[in-house]
């Protein structure tokens, strides 16, 4: 399998929440995503624009995320961030943006069709078809390397080159 480009975004969505605190956290979160996602308009094809929904989720305890998914021909990709104590809502709503804009907006990497946290977690599975693979990614991650180094550890005949350089775009082949 070849995962090499992600392809003309169709849509960008997400959920803001909160658990049991105040629904206003929520609104804040969206409304700081979006925000900072309409200050990059430019990027989204006619059409797109993030659509962020407001959720109350249940939960013993209290807390916020937001995540946004960014649909794409050839891939679908995730970015989030978590709330925390003092932590204010326009932050955790921005950080969520930055994430997407990271990986959208990559300029070493204009197509890269795998979010960091993807490259690293397909990896197995990749392995596992036994055929040879490939993939790009936004981001080659110290996790990612690692994971590839354990999986080359379980499959003898397994080999993986990765191009590119920590913390930058790259892509990753594995053949068998």
């Not at 995962?3 to 609104?27: D, K």
């Not at 069709?113 to 991650?141: C, K, V, W």
């Not at 379980?154 to 350089?165: A, I, P, S």
Request: with cysteine; net charge negative.
């Amino acid at each position: 399998m070849h995962i090499r480009e992600r392809g003309r975004l169709l849509s960008l969505s997400g959920v803001s929440a909160v658990a049991n605190l105040p629904a206003s956290i929520a609104e804040r979160q969206r409304n700081s995503a979006i925000s900072r996602l309409e200050g990059f308009g430019f990027l989204f094809p006619p059409g797109v624009s993030p659509d962020i929904e407001l959720r109350e989720v249940p939960s013993i305890g209290t807390g916020t995320f937001v995540f946004l998914l960014a649909s794409y021909e050839g891939a679908q990709c995730g970015f989030s961030s978590l709330g925390e104590r003092g932590k204010k809502a326009e932050s955790v709503g921005a950080e969520a943006a930055e994430e997407f804009l990271a990986h959208h907006h990559c300029e070493d990497a204009q197509n890269a069709a795998l979010d960091p946290h993807m490259a690293d977690q397909l990896s197995l599975y990749f392995a596992l078809s036994g055929t040879e693979s490939s993939f790009t990614t936004s981001r080659i991650t110290e996790h990612l390397l690692t994971n590839l180094w354990v999986i080359s550890r379980f499959f003898g005949e397994f080999n993986y080159r990765v191009t590119g350089e920590k913390g930058k775009p790259g892509m990753v082949e594995m053949a068998f």
